[in-house]
C-alpha cells in the first residue's frame, strides 16, 4: 500500500514497514498461546487490507523460515512431496494448519483420511504454486 508522506509528498510504503513492526511486536509478548493483535485503521476497507495483508505475509514467512529449517535438518536435496510432509508435520506442531484435528488434550493431529489428509497438504502446498509459477 502506498501513501503520500504528509510532510513532503513522496510516496511511503507503509504495508512491509507495518508487518515487521507488528511481527516484531507480537513475536515479543510473554507466553507461548497464539497470540491476537488489535489493529486499528480510519477505515473498514483499510482494516480489511491490513488483515489480509498481515495475514498472507505472516504465512509466507512461516513456511519460508519453515523450508530453510527442513533443508538445513536434511543436509541433502529432498523431493517436494517430502518438503510438504515435512511441513505438514512441522505446522501440526505448531497447531497452525486450519485443516488439522485438535485433540482434547489441546495437541494437534493429522488427517488420516485421503481426503481430508489432500486438503490439509494442499494448504502446505498451494504458497509455492505461486512462487513457482
Given amino acids: 500500500m502506498h501513501h503520500a508522506c504528509d510532510y513532503v509528498g513522496q510516496p511511503r510504503h507503509v504495508g512491509g514497514t507495518r508487518q515487521v513492526l507488528t511481527e516484531g511486536i507480537v513475536e515479543a509478548l510473554p507466553g507461548d498461546d497464539k ?9 473498514r476497507q483499510d482494516a480489511s ?6 495475514n498472507f505475509a505472516a504465512r509466507y514467512d512461516r513456511m519460508r ?22 511441513l ?22 493429522i488427517p488420516r483420511g485421503a481426503e481430508e489428509r489432500e486438503v490439509y497438504l494442499a494448504w502446505e502446498e498451494a504458497p509455492y504454486w505461486t512462487i513457482l509459477r
Avoid: M
Fill in 88 to 109: 505438514g508435520a512441522l505446522a501440526a506442531d505448531a497447531g497452525d494448519n486450519p485443516h488439522l484435528r485438535k485433540l482434547a488434550n489441546g495437541k494437534y493431529v
Fill in 35 to 43: 497470540k491476537r493483535l488489535l489493529i486499528f485503521a480510519d477505515s
Fill in 65 to 86: 523460515s519453515r523450508v530453510v529449517r527442513v533443508l538445513r535438518d536434511e543436509k541433502q536435496p529432498i523431493a517436494f512431496n517430502a518438503l510438504v510432509e515435512k
Fill in 49 to 54: 487490507h491490513q488483515a489480509r495483508y498481515i
